[in-house]
């Protein structure tokens, strides 16, 4: 029974496109995370959202939009796709502030 | 600017020794550790964390020692096994209640049978 799920675990599209990815954590946590790990495998915070409100914004340009319809999903949608987006996105969710942080297995995404 | 390093890109050790992974921090307003562990394919699996009021933390096969006053913490492994063989992720947070957490570059141990 999977913890945190993303959809879909693999995104190969073309510039200039928008496309979204989905997260679900039944865990009942209150806190939700995007990451972003690029080509040199560092891992970046991008969006926090607890209880659905927006809590951590990263420098990340305004062609990524979080949304949390409620505390257990927080989806990233993405307009007008660039070559640097390829990345893998991890989304997390944890119970509070300084609570372990539970992965999920992350969306590859690959921009033509 | 990164502020968790880990300096080592990998590390091999023999079945049953020691493993031992290192990460340094610049950023003296950390206050909370964290190891995690990465298999191919699959998202980061916590270890362990660490408080800065604490110098060591144990858990099970897995140890994480703090050092503050030189910005270093450790990830023990004794004895390692082969599924040890992973990508191992130290992190760090400044005492915000968003757990906003830095990640270092990740260490690749390969733990050999």
């Known amino acids: 029974d999977t913890a945190v799920s993303q959809t879909p675990k693999y995104l190969v599209t073309q510039m200039g496109n928008d496309k979204s990815i989905k997260c679900e954590q039944n865990?009942?946590?209150?806190?939700m995370y995007w990451y972003k790990q690029d080509s040199k495998k560092f891992l970046k915070i991008m969006f926090s959202?607890?209880?659905?409100?927006?809590?951590i914004n990263e420098t990340v340009p305004n062609r990524f939009s979080p949304k949390s319809p409620d505390k257990a999903h927080l989806n990233l949608h993405i307009n007008s796709l660039e070559l640097g987006d390829s990345a893998v996105y991890f989304c997390?969710?944890?119970?509070?502030?300084?609570?372990?942080?539970?992965f999920g297995d992350g969306t590859r995404l690959s921009i033509l | 600017d990164q502020q968790v390093k880990q300096n080592s890109p990998s590390l091999s050790v023999q079945e049953g020794r020691i493993s031992i992974l290192n990460c340094d921090y610049t950023?003296?307003?950390?206050?909370?550790f964290l190891w995690y562990k990465k298999y191919p394919a699959e998202g980061p699996t916590f270890l362990i964390s660490?408080?800065?009021?604490?110098d060591k933390n144990e858990d099970g096969r897995f140890t994480v020692f703090l050092n503050k006053s030189a910005k270093h913490l450790s990830l023990h492994i004794v004895p390692s096994q082969p599924g040890d063989s992973a990508v191992y992720f130290c992190?760090?947070?400044?005492?915000?209640?968003?757990?906003?957490?830095?990640f270092g570059q990740g260490t690749t141990l390969q733990v050999k049978p």
């Open positions: 959202y607890n209880n659905k409100e927006l809590i």
């Open positions: 660490i408080s800065s009021i604490k």
């Open positions: 997390a969710s944890a119970a509070g502030g300084n609570q372990p942080q539970h």
């Open positions: 950023n003296s307003m950390f206050d909370y």
């Open positions: 865990l009942g946590h209150d806190t």
């Open positions: 992190a760090a947070s400044a005492g915000s209640n968003t757990g906003k957490l830095i």
